[in-house]
């Protein structure tokens, strides 16, 4: 399909898509520009394979989505704390999810020392993670099955990366209902893998990332 034709087929599929919308229910539209509560924020990665709302049967206005490559939480990356701030003090989301996905590029990428350009300097972070787990999964043998762990891996230590904010801390200080929790998604399958790592307060760290507020 050529540039212009695909381009047009996306602008059709999007009139499709209203006119069955509001065939179901008129109101559709005028109820989503009112008001967005969402109960979940979902960090994941920006893989085009991996679409949040239809992974866990979600409709436009349940999910606050941030995505990019590995779906990783950097305390330096303003765009991911922007999110964050957002989603916790001003929507009151109840879960957060990191759902990375078996057959992440940028995880691969990591396991290898060929240089792909700019993002080289993301994937330093992925590779960090490595060097923390780097007796376990340099005991795995098998290269896919060590590749699925990394995969794991990388998401657990995204989750402990949330709960280590001073956003996330500051909100459970507060009382606030805030559960943050990592998945892995099969694209060969669809079903998400519940990697059972939940936080649910700073009790759940490490002491030395346990912060301290003066009110």
Not at 38 to 43: A, N, T, Y
Not at 166 to 182: M, T
């Amino acid at each position: 399909m050529e540039h212009t034709d695909l381009y047009k087929k996306i602008l059709e599929n999007n009139r499709e898509w209203v006119e069955q919308k509001l065939a179901i229910n008129p109101n559709y539209f005028k109820r989503l520009s009112e008001k967005q509560t969402p109960p979940i924020l979902w960090i994941g990665c920006s893989d085009s394979r991996v679409p949040a709302n239809e992974i866990i049967g979600a409709e436009p206005g349940d999910v606050f989505v941030h995505r990019n490559i590995a779906n990783m939480v950097i305390h330096s990356d303003m765009n991911m704390l922007s999110v964050l701030d957002y989603a916790v003090n001003i929507l009151k989301v109840k879960n957060i999810i990191v759902c990375g996905h078996y057959g992440c590029g940028g995880v691969q990428a990591a396991m290898k020392n060929d240089s792909v350009g700019i993002i080289d300097n993301w994937i330093r972070h992925i590779k960090t993670v490595y060097r923390l787990h780097n007796r376990e999964l340099d005991a795995i043998v098998d290269e896919t099955e060590r590749f699925n762990r990394f995969v794991e891996l990388n998401v657990k230590e995204q989750v402990f990366d949330l709960g280590k904010t001073s956003i996330v801390q500051a909100a459970w200080k507060s009382g606030q209902e805030l559960s943050i929790h990592g998945w892995a998604y099969g694209l060969n399958s669809g079903y998400v893998t519940d990697l059972e790592v939940n936080l649910t307060s700073n009790h759940d760290l490490d002491e030395v990332y346990q912060l301290k507020f003066n009110n």
